[in-house]
């Protein structure tokens, strides 16, 4: 039967992370891993070259910031939670639930496929 996964967290890592190859990630800021954005197991991710990095939601609906290191790659020793005092607090609110609508709205259309 065809599987649809609900969510990367689900899912193994599939991009030769020599950390995570296929197993999950349940850490973010592993100082070892080299996981792409583009990874299997990599939650829904927002893009953001205006601050130098990425954003996501962890398993627990806790946005992270990542920073980047070249066009592609990500400095997982210095991921952390989105929280308060953090630069980017003030738009945290409005990311988390503009990715949290996205993976619903997303959810919606594989389960009508
Ligand atoms: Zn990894
Ligand atoms: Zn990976």
Excluded at 4 to 16: E, F, K, P, Q
Excluded at 63 to 70: A, D, S, T
Excluded at 87 to 102: C, G, H, N
């Amino acid at each position: 039967m065809y599987h649809v996964y609900r969510s990367a967290y689900d899912r193994a890592c599939d991009c030769h992370c020599p950390t995570h190859h296929g197993q999950p990630r349940f850490a973010y800021n592993d100082p070892g891993c080299h996981c792409l954005a583009t990874c299997a197991s990599q939650p829904m991710t927002v893009l953001a070259p205006q601050i130098g990095g990425a954003l996501f939601l962890n398993y627990h609906g806790t946005l992270w910031f990542v920073p980047g290191l070249q066009p592609g790659h990500w400095d997982w020793r210095y991921a952390t939670p989105v929280d308060l005092g953090h630069p980017l607090a003030d738009a945290a609110d409005l990311i988390e639930q503009l990715l949290r609508d996205t993976h619903e709205g997303l959810l919606l259309l594989i389960h009508r496929v």
